[in-house]
């Protein structure tokens, strides 16, 4: 059953507090990404990856950072330095790094800072 | 921008009947589309894609209309049922990794 798996499902911590959040895929995708969704708004993008080992900035890369060791993982940490991080991140990846691939999102993490 | 959220466009329609969503896109060099269905405390899901060399496809129960001259895109869902209760988003890209999400509109089916 392929698909894109993100935990945990909630996730509360504590302000000051660097937390990261799971993303696995099994669709054999190079490209995986990171946004951030907030009420009101449409998904903006934190980082992305075309492939192993590299990863790009996108439009709200700042107080986060990913690592991509594996194809299959793109794990995101929200550091403390992110002003304010309660937000819906969702993980999503394509199929190559050509055009006209849509991207496969996963459930999201719902991230609540007390 | 999009996201299943507070202040979203709404569209009501009774069951049955036909849906028609609506969505201005910004850039004029882009060349791929695409909507998203959104159901609550969800990631979004594919719906249908359209390339900018066509100005009409069609999926099981959905269409998608493009039109470039006004930067317009839109999406007809046929004999709504409930379940197609959802925040439905378009989404742009220009080539690359770059995609734009539009803010959404939330679909309600009365029963």
């Known amino acids: 059953d392929g698909g894109i798996t993100q935990s945990p499902k909630y996730l509360f911590r504590k302000e000051g507090q660097n937390v990261t959040l799971s993303c696995e895929q099994n669709?054999?995708?190079?490209?995986m990404y990171w946004y951030r969704q907030d009420p009101g708004q449409g998904l903006r993008l934190i980082y992305y990856s075309q492939i192993v080992n590299d990863f790009q900035k996108g439009d709200i890369a700042e107080g986060y950072s990913v690592s991509r060791e594996k194809k299959e993982s793109f794990p995101l940490t929200v550091t403390s330095a992110q002003k304010n991080p309660t937000a819906f991140y969702l993980c999503a990846s394509s199929r190559d790094r050509g055009n006209y691939n849509e991207q496969f999102f996963g459930p999201g993490t719902r991230l609540t800072v007390l | 921008g999009e996201s299943v959220g507070l202040h979203l466009p709404t569209l009501s329609v009774q069951e049955g009947d036909n849906s028609i969503i609506n969505c201005a896109y910004s850039n004029s060099a882009s060349d791929y589309f695409i909507w998203y269905k959104q159901e609550s405390g969800k990631g979004p899901q594919f719906i249908i894609d359209i390339r900018s060399n066509m100005d009409k496809r069609q999926g099981q129960r959905v269409t998608v209309l493009l039109n470039k001259t006004v930067k317009h895109l839109s999406l007809q869902i046929a004999a709504t049922q409930p379940g197609d209760s959802a925040v439905y988003f378009c989404?742009?890209?220009?080539?690359?990794?770059?995609?734009?999400f539009g803010a959404g509109t939330r679909l309600f089916v009365k029963a």
């Open positions: 669709l054999n995708h190079d490209a």
């Open positions: 989404a742009e890209n220009t080539g690359g990794f770059k995609t734009i």
